[in-house]
């Protein structure tokens, strides 16, 4: 069994969390609700007023998804085969974690239910097509 090749994980985790930031961008503001303070339901991107920090979390966390992607990839290839399809496994398990997460923070914060899965359910091709991305750049 070989060993996970660190630095390409890194590197497709990158390059998976920056197509997702430009693919997520011009969607964003079509399928974003926010509240009557402009804030959006969901913690998905950043917003306008936020403070500095949430901005950068909300950043960082992009970027923590995508080299999570590209390592779950790595640690199913074995299993599962190198391609596209485990890819795409990958991809999917990682967005369901934490279209999971944010559903719980909705119902917690009582936004609508509605609300909450239109942005999360308009995230998923764009999280597969950057776990593609990410994942083809990885090599043992």
């Known amino acids: ?9 890194l590197l497709g985790g990158v390059l998976a969390a920056v197509l997702w930031g430009v693919l997520y ?12 303070l ?24 992009g970027f923590v998804q995508g080299i999570a992607t590209v390592c779950l990839y790595a640690a199913i290839r074995p299993r599962f085969g190198a ?10 398990s990682v967005w369901f974690l934490t279209s999971w997460m944010h559903l719980v923070w909705a119902v917690f914060t009582a936004v609508p239910l509605a609300d909450a ?3 999360l359910v308009a995230n998923l091709p764009l999280v597969v097509l950057a776990g593609l991305a990410g994942a083809w750049l990885y090599r043992e």
């Open 38 to 61: 402009g804030r959006p339901v969901l913690p998905i991107t950043p917003f306008r007023g936020a403070a500095l920090l949430l901005r950068v979390l909300v950043v960082l966390t």
């Open 117 to 119: 899965l239109v942005p």
């Open 1 to 9: 069994m070989s060993r996970l090749n660190w630095r390409r994980a």
């Open 83 to 92: 391609g596209p399809s485990t890819a795409a496994i990958a991809a999917l």
């Open 25 to 36: 961008a011009p969607v964003h503001p079509l399928v974003e609700v926010h509240t009557t």
